[in-house]
């Protein structure tokens, strides 16, 4: 069973940057997109950006693009989110996803079956 941990959240003010990790373990993500998600509260949970197996494909939502990056290193089972120039409104718990859900934001019509999410970490921006 693939497990996926987030890390490197945290208090920024605005206008500062973050690194987010995720590392999974437990399982192959051979083939498998991956994406980041937030939730702020009282909001629906969104897609950020999502990159395919060999990062040829990246996506993001237009109200990060141009400020955060998204990569993967698939040997070291882990992927990243660098966010800069971050705003209040990006305050949220960021999740990290693979399967599914990361394929349908990509718009990629693949088989792989499952939907794997870390626990969550928190990233509150302040004004």
């Known amino acids: 069973q693939v497990q996926l941990v987030e890390s490197g959240g945290g208090l920024v003010q605005a206008g500062g940057s973050l690194t987010l990790s995720c590392a999974a373990s437990?399982?192959?993500?051979?083939?498998?997109?991956m994406g980041w998600f937030r939730q702020a509260p009282g909001k629906d949970r969104e897609f950020v950006a999502g990159i395919s197996w060999k990062g040829g494909s990246i996506r993001y939502v237009d109200s990060v693009q141009g400020r955060f990056t998204i990569s993967r290193d698939n040997a070291k089972n882990t992927m990243y989110l660098r966010m800069n120039s971050l705003k209040p409104e990006d305050t949220a718990v960021y999740y990290c996803n693979a399967g599914r859900q990361s394929m349908y934001y990509m718009e990629y019509d693949g088989d792989y079956e499952y939907d794997h999410w870390g626990q969550g970490t928190q990233v509150t921006v302040y004004s």
């Open positions: 437990g399982g192959s993500l051979v083939m498998v997109h």
